[in-house]
């Protein structure tokens, strides 16, 4: 989290070290089968900040791999975390038991959005988080008795996964090329992207950040009018676009203006902060740049929530969704395997309160 955003560059254009020591190379004795990776170095350990493959020299790992390793590699205070849970318990359904863990976890996430966000399910990663977000926009809906709010408005040049909802709700090209034939093109519908580089319009200048985000809320506006107000469900978005547009950031007041044109309309809010979320925006959560009046309904992140020493996710749940819940004892109809996995939340706390102790994201 030292960095801004991380992107997932190859590691051929990472940047390279002569090696601290002699490994060889055991790649010629994998026996597996052709893949069109199979150029990519053998990984033989990592440390700190640096990838150590079994031939060649050390790699920096500059970008955290996917954007993930926000600590480096080899974090004892982490393993010992880790291993502790596991010598107490290992996995427990999360349909079965509570778990100290994941309580801790769940009350340290509310905690940094002054409470602001109410409710958290653990999962493994962000396409989880975000099919668990689309399918608990649906079912709040269901509850209120507007099962007829089907829709959801996302953006172009954007990406919120790999699985078939996150997917269709991706405005990433190439990535849903091969799968247009199976993704859900009828319930999910983009706007353009927030591009104010790209976008503005006339010389430089000419367009002033307020001018710019009200021809923004206004596209959104007219999405909303074209499919029925009362048919859309959510409005998702990344607050700062990470791999489908190059770590591009909102002008001021356009996330404000996307709550407003939502709450006009009684449509949720989900913010996607997989990649731009945990501190890498010089804030814990990216919507708190904006100040107290841009809160989501729905948040999800991953990637450096748990610095890639377990894979690990999260859903958090606002006020307007899971106070309806708590009111009328209303639980959600999801779940996965390994939701609020105990070592999951034992390591993302470790290293969300190793990132809170040092103050990495200061500097952003």
Same mark, same amino acid.
């Given at each position: 989290?030292?960095?801004?955003?991380?992107?997932? =560059?190859?590691?051929?254009?990472?940047?390279? !070290?002569?090696?601290?020591?002699?490994?060889?190379?055991?790649?010629?004795?994998?026996? !597996?089968?052709?893949?069109?990776?199979?150029?990519?170095?053998?990984?033989?350990?990592?440390?700190?900040?640096?990838?150590?493959?079994?031939?060649?020299?050390?790699?920096?790992?500059?970008?955290?791999?996917?954007?993930?390793?926000?600590?480096? &590699?080899?974090?004892?205070?982490?393993?010992?975390?880790?291993?502790?849970?596991?010598?107490?318990?290992?996995?427990?359904?999360?349909?079965?038991?509570?778990?100290?863990?994941? @309580?801790?976890?769940?009350?340290?996430?509310?905690?940094?959005?002054?409470?602001?966000?109410?409710?958290?399910?653990?999962?493994?990663?962000?396409?989880?988080?975000?099919?668990?977000?689309?399918?608990?926009?649906?079912?709040?809906?269901?509850?209120?008795?507007?099962?007829?709010?089907?829709?959801?408005?996302?953006?172009?040049?954007?990406?919120?996964?790999?699985?078939?909802?996150?997917?269709?709700?991706?405005?990433?090209?190439?990535?849903?090329?091969?799968? $247009?034939?199976?993704?859900?093109?009828?319930?999910?519908? =983009?706007?353009?992207?927030?591009?104010?580089?790209?976008?503005?319009?006339?010389?430089?200048?000419?367009?002033?950040?307020?001018?710019?985000?009200?021809?923004?809320?206004?596209?959104?506006?007219?999405?909303?009018?074209?499919?029925?107000?009362?048919?859309?469900?959510?409005?998702?978005?990344?607050?700062?676009?990470?791999?489908?547009?190059?770590?591009?950031?909102?002008?001021?007041?356009?996330?404000?203006?996307?709550?407003?044109?939502?709450?006009?309309?009684?449509?949720?809010?989900?913010?996607?902060?997989?990649?731009?979320?945990?501190?890498?925006?010089?804030?814990? !959560?990216?919507? @708190?740049?904006?100040?107290?009046?841009?809160?989501?309904?729905?948040?999800?992140?991953?990637?450096?929530?748990?610095?890639?020493?377990?894979?690990?996710?999260?859903?958090?749940?606002?006020? =307007?969704?899971?106070?309806?819940?708590?009111?009328?004892?209303?639980?959600?109809? &999801?779940?996965?395997?390994? $939701?609020? !996995?105990?070592?999951?939340?034992?390591?993302?706390?470790?290293?969300? =309160?190793?990132?809170?102790?040092?103050?990495?994201?200061?500097?952003?």
């Amino acid at each position: 989290m030292g960095q801004f955003l991380s992107s997932s =560059r190859p590691a051929s254009r990472a940047i390279l !070290h002569k090696t601290d020591t002699d490994i060889s190379d055991s790649s010629s004795n994998l026996g !597996h089968p052709q893949t069109p990776f199979d150029g990519l170095p053998v990984l033989a350990k990592a440390k700190g900040h640096y990838w150590y493959p079994s031939g060649g020299p050390r790699i920096l790992d500059a970008c955290g791999g996917a954007g993930v390793a926000c600590l480096g &590699h080899g974090r004892r205070d982490i393993f010992g975390a880790i291993t502790t849970q596991m010598k107490a318990y290992s996995y427990a359904s999360y349909a079965h038991f509570k778990t100290t863990p994941v @309580q801790e976890l769940s009350d340290w996430l509310v905690d940094s959005t002054g409470a602001k966000m109410r409710k958290v399910y653990i999962m493994c990663s962000g396409s989880e988080a975000i099919e668990a977000a689309l399918k608990l926009a649906i079912e709040y809906f269901v509850w209120q008795g507007q099962p007829h709010r089907t829709n959801f408005i996302a953006r172009d040049e954007s990406y919120h996964g790999t699985t078939i909802g996150s997917l269709s709700a991706s405005g990433h090209i190439a990535r849903r090329e091969p799968f $247009q034939s199976i993704l859900v093109s009828s319930r999910f519908h =983009r706007v353009p992207a927030c591009n104010p580089y790209r976008q503005r319009l006339g010389p430089p200048g000419a367009e002033s950040d307020a001018d710019f985000v009200i021809r923004k809320a206004a596209e959104l506006e007219a999405e909303f009018q074209r499919l029925g107000p009362d048919t859309v469900a959510a409005v998702l978005l990344e607050p700062v676009v990470g791999a489908a547009l190059g770590c591009v950031p909102a002008p001021s007041g356009y996330l404000a203006a996307v709550r407003a044109v939502c709450d006009a309309h009684g449509a949720l809010l989900v913010l996607d902060e997989v990649m731009c979320g945990m501190g890498r925006t010089g804030w814990t !959560h990216a919507w @708190q740049g904006e100040g107290e009046g841009v809160v989501p309904d729905l948040q999800t992140i991953a990637k450096g929530f748990a610095g890639g020493y377990q894979p690990a996710s999260a859903l958090l749940v606002g006020e =307007r969704v899971a106070g309806l819940m708590e009111r009328e004892g209303r639980t959600f109809t &999801h779940g996965h395997t390994y $939701q609020n !996995h105990p070592v999951v939340a034992a390591a993302a706390l470790q290293v969300q =309160r190793a990132v809170e102790r040092e103050g990495c994201w200061r500097g952003c």
